[in-house]
T-cell receptor, first 112, second 113 residues
Framework: GAGVSQSPSNKVTEKGKDVELRCDPI?????LYWYRQSLGQGLEFLIY????????KSGLPSDRFSAERTGGSVSTLTIQRTQQEDSAVYLC??????????FGQGTRLTVV | QQQVKQSPQSLIVQKGGISIINCAYE??????FPWYQQFPGKGPALLIA?????SEKKEGRFTISFNKSAKQFSLHIMDSQPGDSATYFC????????????FGTGTRLTVIP
């Protein structure tokens, strides 16, 4: 596609349920990032994939969070046993050259 | 530890004025410094970027000034317009890909008509 695509755009889930958020990066981009943004706040780094290297998972807030990137393309961020504090916008970005990143529109997650 | 420090947190400027946002970093491996602009409900979008081999880069009303020795860089928005009202993030990365893309904490700019 022309840009980074994230789905769903909005997700409402009950506390304790698992959710999966999807990111389709720009074709050919080797780097993929996940960030979390709470209302009116900055970008909280979650995880970074670069080519075939081991991902940088240092930003994942707990072991309830995990992410994978299949075939060097599509990525899925999974949050298990969701909590209310997980409510935020989850942003995905991809880049060909590190730093020149293109963001998706984000998935707004609401845990009720 | 915040890899990139950004200030101010918020900024109010009159239309036609100059908006200045400052950032600082410590890691000398960083060699690419982009700025992103984010409007409410949207993802951040790349605005302008600079490499440390130049001290200034200008694109229209937007200018990045870079001070390598001080490890500081700043965004200047000349003739600020209400449509510039957004949140601005500075960032830093390593072109080799060894490092992640690190963001500042953001500056919420409001341009008053």
């Amino acid at each position: 596609g022309a840009g980074v695509s994230q789905s769903p755009s909005n997700k409402v889930t009950e506390k304790g349920k698992d959710v999966e958020l999807r990111c389709d990066p720009i074709s050919g981009h080797t780097a993929l990032y996940w960030y979390r943004q709470s209302l009116g706040q900055g970008l909280e780094f979650l995880i970074y994939f670069q080519g075939n290297s081991a991902p940088d998972k240092s930003g994942l807030p707990s072991d309830r969070f995990s992410a994978e990137r299949t075939g060097g393309s599509v990525s899925t961020l999974t949050i298990q046993r969701t909590q209310q504090e997980d409510s935020a916008v989850y942003l995905c970005a991809s880049s060909y050259r590190n730093g020149l990143a293109f963001f998706g529109q984000g998935t707004r997650l609401t845990v009720v | 530890q915040q890899q990139v420090k950004q200030s101010p947190q918020s900024l109010i400027v009159q239309k036609g004025g100059i908006s200045i946002i400052n950032c600082a970093y410590e890691n000398t491996a960083f060699d690419y410094f982009p700025w992103y602009q984010q409007f409410p409900g949207k993802g951040p979008a790349l605005l302008i970027a600079i490499r440390p081999d130049v001290s200034e880069k200008k694109e229209g009303r937007f200018t990045i000034s870079f001070n390598k020795s001080a490890k500081q860089f700043s965004l200047h928005i000349m003739d600020s317009q209400p449509g510039d009202s957004a949140t601005y993030f500075c960032a830093a990365s390593d072109q080799t890909g060894a490092n992640n893309l690190f963001f500042g904490t953001g500056t919420r700019l409001t341009v008053i008509p």
